[in-house]
Structure formats: structure tokens, C-alpha cells
Nanobody
């Protein structure tokens, strides 16, 4: 079992930056990849960025060049550096861990991009 705790959301003006963090605890050796998803009001949850234990990454087209996913040295923390934020990035951002054959989700953190 894995527990995920996100932090770092908030209100930012268009063009600004935020960094989200997600800390995993529990049986973390079973985690093969982690990622960030987001869900805006009235929309489906979508993948933003993901990273494997080996460090391979992939991004949604809408955030390529603006967002960067990375992991800490202990591999139980991931970050999402978000630059050049746009109003359409406003959403609840969720961390997900793929643990053996199960998905575990964090509680979500709100990101609001508005002037």
C-alpha cells in the first residue's frame, strides 16, 4: 500500500510559476512509475506528466516546454515545475503512483491561474 500527499498548489497570475510536490510513503519499492494528472471543472481527468523509476518522462502536448516532472534522489518524491502558466491550466492536480498492478491517488491540490 502507498500513501501520497501533494503540496504546492495555489493562486498564480498568468505567466507565473508554481512547483508541486508529491511525497509517497508506505511500500514505495513497489512503485514503477508516478505521474501528475489534472481535472478541471466539467472535464475528465487527464494526464499532465509521468515519470518512471528509471527516469523516463512523458508529457501532455498542452504542457510540453512549460512543465517539467522530476523525482527526488530517494525516488519517493516527485515534483512538477510549472512555468508560463495559463488560465487553462486551472484545475485540481492529482498525484498518482502505479504500485505493482494498482493505482494509488493523492487527495489533490488546487491550482488556479487568474489575474
Amino acid at each position: 500500500q502507498v500513501r501520497l500527499v501533494e503540496s504546492g498548489g495555489g493562486l498564480v497570475q498568468p505567466g507565473g510559476s508554481l512547483r508541486l510536490s508529491c511525497a509517497a510513503s508506505g511500500s514505495i519499492l513497489g512503485i514503477s512509475n508516478m505521474g501528475w494528472y489534472r481535472q478541471a471543472p466539467g472535464k475528465q481527468r487527464e494526464l499532465v506528466a509521468a515519470i518512471t523509476r528509471g527516469g523516463s518522462t512523458n508529457y501532455a502536448d498542452s504542457v510540453k516546454g512549460r512543465f517539467t516532472i522530476s523525482s527526488g534522489s530517494a525516488k519517493n518524491i516527485i515534483y512538477l515545475q510549472m512555468n508560463s502558466l495559463k488560465p487553462e491550466d486551472t484545475a485540481v492536480y492529482y498525484c498518482k503512483a502505479f504500485w505493482y498492478d494498482q493505482d494509488f491517488w493523492g487527495q489533490g491540490t488546487q491550482v488556479t491561474v487568474s489575474s
